[in-house]
């Protein structure tokens, strides 16, 4: 009987003596050594890594896995994220790809397509040279699982709130939001921060109430009562050393948790920046502006811009995020030594802040 398994699994043409054959990862032995046996061994693995590979391949049949994964660590860096779906080759010397983020698509497999955006320090990081970096958000496409991945992110995290967001139905639960695709194809993304489409839009009414609120707190004695007055209760955070309060219109932060005074108070408007022209007003400022004065001019400080003073409320330093768009630049000699200044002809706050010196 001729030797099957030797003719059948012979080197490559050309191959060195006693080199490793291409079966050689299975762990058989060398093709001159294969008896009928080896063969068979050889036949059953390759048949049972065949149906591995097949099944891998399968649309949907891991779906359920890796969102659970997504959901439960809530991945906030690239490499953590790469961990569950795979890696994503980012290219680092594209200045685009190092920066910002990327999209990938794949040919096989329960996932059809992913997109990450970085959180980058533009002054304190260099990420053409990090291989792991923040992430500002995440979206992965699955090519099937639909019903499912929406009875295991209710059964994890609860009922969901019912959106729409580019004229497509969304279905947020927490910070992880769901949307159908074709068929029964759905996508998962994942915000570090809040999106601006998440909130619903104020009215004119709602918004003038919402900054009625801010006027009123920053006019009297500012501690523990009136800030649970102004924003509901306090709950404090897993590491006990601060607490936040949630409500439709605000998101709210104090630090440390028991202070009658906190040190820290973070107001963070939800949805779109608030208008605050009045409340800008009434802080009494003969000429309000911002400016800015640090090393990479990344601050930027309320000041009175004849006194160049910042602004104390009830023995606070106020600062504030706001939204740029209204900003104008003021000629370098107006503004602070080394420094910009600006004069908003309207002011949006996204972020107020309250600091004790």
């Not at 190092?98 to 999209?103: D, I, Q, S, T």
Request: charged letters at 25%; hydrophobic letters at 40%; a negative charge.
């Amino acid at each position: 009987m001729p030797n099957l398994a030797a003719a059948t699994a012979s080197p490559r043409s050309g191959s060195k003596s006693g080199s490793r054959s291409e079966f050689s990862h299975f762990g058989n032995p060398q093709p001159s050594r294969l008896r009928l046996g080896g063969w068979r061994r050889f036949t059953r693995r390759l048949v049972a890594a065949t149906g591995l590979l097949l099944a891998a391949a399968a649309p949907g049949d891991e779906s359920a896995p890796l969102l659970d994964r997504l959901v439960a660590t809530e991945p906030d860096r690239l490499v953590a994220f790469e961990q569950i779906v795979g890696p994503l080759e980012r290219d680092r010397s594209d200045s685009s790809e190092a920066w910002y983020g990327l999209e990938r698509s794949r040919e096989e497999g329960p996932i059809a397509r992913l997109s990450v955006a970085f959180l980058v320090d533009h002054f304190h990081e260099d990420p053409e040279t990090q291989r792991d970096l923040r992430l500002r958000h995440w979206t992965v496409e699955f090519r099937q699982g639909w019903s499912e991945a929406k009875a295991n992110l209710e059964r994890a995290l609860g009922p969901p709130e019912v959106l729409t967001h580019q004229l497509r139905p969304t279905l947020r639960y927490g910070k992880f939001f769901l949307k159908q695709g074709a068929e029964t194809a759905f996508e998962l993304s994942w915000f570090r921060q809040e999106p601006e489409w998440a909130v619903p839009e104020r009215t004119g009414a709602e918004a003038e109430a919402a900054e009625n609120e801010l006027i009123a707190l920053l006019a009297g004695r500012i501690d523990r009562e009136r800030l649970a007055g102004t924003f509901g209760d306090f709950e404090p955070e897993g590491n006990g050393r601060c607490a936040s309060s949630e409500s439709p219109r605000w998101r709210v932060r104090i630090c440390p948790t028991e202070a009658l005074r906190p040190n820290s108070i973070r107001v963070d408007v939800r949805g779109e920046p608030l208008p605050a022209n009045r409340l800008i007003a009434s802080l009494g400022l003969a000429d309000p502006g911002i400016v800015s004065r640090d090393v990479h001019l990344a601050s930027r400080d309320l000041v009175d811009l004849q006194s160049m003073e910042e602004v104390l409320i009830d023995g606070y330093e106020l600062g504030a995020w706001y939204d740029e768009s209204e900003f104008e630049p003021l000629p370098f000699d107006q503004g602070p030594r080394g420094g910009m200044a600006w004069r908003p002809s309207h002011w949006l706050i996204r972020v107020l802040f309250l600091q004790l010196p």
